[in-house]
């Protein structure tokens, strides 16, 4: 079973252990990240089809970017903001030369 689907059943569990009836509204307020409606159809169904025998299993939570990570993407739109000023100075030199040929 993919994680999504063993995610959505993993909360199925945990509503129906706090004597709640899962449903799809249910399960898209309480999963940690949105999935598709399918998804979350699909492992309903499987869960309501296996309640007895399904258990909770721990998912891979996603690992963290590197710290460095941030540091390079504030590297990287500094350099894309330098680049957009560089550009609208050369857009305004033609912008003037297109207008002094122009009279």
């Known amino acids: 079973m993919n994680t999504e689907l063993q995610q959505v059943v993993n909360v199925c569990i945990a509503l129906d252990e ?3 009836k899962p449903s799809v509204g249910m399960l898209r307020a309480k999963l940690l990240s949105p999935l598709p409606i399918p998804t979350i159809i699909k492992g309903l169904s499987y869960w309501k089809e296996n309640k007895a025998t399904v258990k909770t299993q721990q998912i891979a939570k996603p690992t963290p970017p590197p710290a460095s990570l941030g540091n390079d993407l504030a590297i990287r739109v500094t350099q894309l903001e330098n680049d957009v ?5 050369e857009l305004k030199t033609l912008q003037q ?4 040929e122009g009279s």
């Open 97 to 100: 030369r297109f207008v002094g």
């Open 85 to 89: 000023v560089t550009l609208k100075n």
């Open 18 to 20: 706090a004597g709640k």
